[in-house]
């Protein structure tokens, strides 16, 4: 029998990032302008991975579970 099988992973990860600006309303522009590439994530050593699996068999697909 097949089985589709769907991996969730959640990875708790951190970052610190400074921001130099004159108001809190500059901060939250160029927080929010941040691209993908430019912070550096961290794993954060306190929490451990989260990871969830689904399982679906044929039968579960068919009968639109």
Known sequence: MKYLVKVWAWRPL???VVVHADSEEQVK???KNLKQDEIEW???PLKGDRVTYEVYTRSDK???K
């Open 14 to 16: 951190f970052s610190e």
């Open 62 to 64: 068919d009968s639109g």
């Open 42 to 44: 961290q794993s954060n």
């Open 29 to 31: 522009e160029k927080i």
